[in-house]
């Protein structure tokens, strides 16, 4: 039997989200903190995803036995229109004075932080993501004279997701395409928190009903 699909295609990218993780005090990642607040920025012109694995194949008894890949992590470069400045500092692990003069560029422990992203579909699909644990690792800031008419000056983040538990896992994400997308899931109620397990979403899709 045959069964002809017809997947939507990629539309638009939408908003951005990010929720910074653990208390000043911390100096790692803690999977069960998070900060209340979610921040949503629509300032996002193009998302670069690229997942960096690698496969090693295992040789038993003169042949090819299994072939093991494994995920170390992945990169997206976010080009944006403009980014929050305190935010970005934050990321960058930079020195915020109370007087107003802040200071970059020693070294510092950058932050862990949930970021969330949307893929909309011609057809109305969505995909939304979140990746539990990720760190700012490249950021530019290019800035050219004013000419005639105006013309985008935009910059690009790059965001390092990694593991964020023993499993190895490192996006976790909803797709209305697949049959398992939960009808009254909306992009509000996917982005209220960082969701890790399934239970995070039970407790979404039940206060959605």
Do not use: H
């Not at 539309?11 to 005090?25: A, D, L, R």
């Not at 042949?63 to 970005?88: G, H, W």
């Not at 004279?145 to 013309?151: A, Q, Y």
């Amino acid at each position: 039997m045959i069964t002809t699909k017809k997947p939507m295609m990629k539309e638009t990218v939408g908003g951005m989200y990010y929720c910074f993780n653990t208390k000043e005090e911390k100096t790692d990642y803690d999977i069960e903190n998070y900060e209340e607040n979610v921040t949503k920025c629509n300032v996002v012109k193009t998302i670069d995803t690229t997942e960096n694995a690698e496969s090693v194949t295992v040789k038993a008894s003169g042949q090819d036995y299994e072939t093991v890949s494994q995920n170390a992590y992945i990169d997206m470069a976010i080009e944006v229109v403009a980014f929050d400045p305190s935010d970005l500092a934050k990321m960058r692990g930079d020195v915020v004075g109370k007087t107003g003069l802040n200071r970059s560029g020693r070294t510092a422990r950058r932050p862990f932080f949930a970021y969330g992203k949307v893929k909309k579909m011609v057809g109305g699909g969505v995909e939304y993501a979140w990746y539990p644990k990720c760190q700012l690792v490249e950021n530019t800031d290019n800035i050219s004279t004013k000419e005639e008419s105006f013309s985008e000056q935009n910059d690009t983040v790059t965001v390092r997701a990694y593991a964020y538990n023993a499993e190895g896992d490192k996006k976790v994400y909803v797709d209305s395409q697949m049959s398992s997308f939960p009808e009254k899931l909306t992009e509000e109620k996917f982005f209220e928190k960082p969701i890790l397990e399934d239970a995070d979403l039970d407790a979404l899709v039940a206060e959605a009903v």
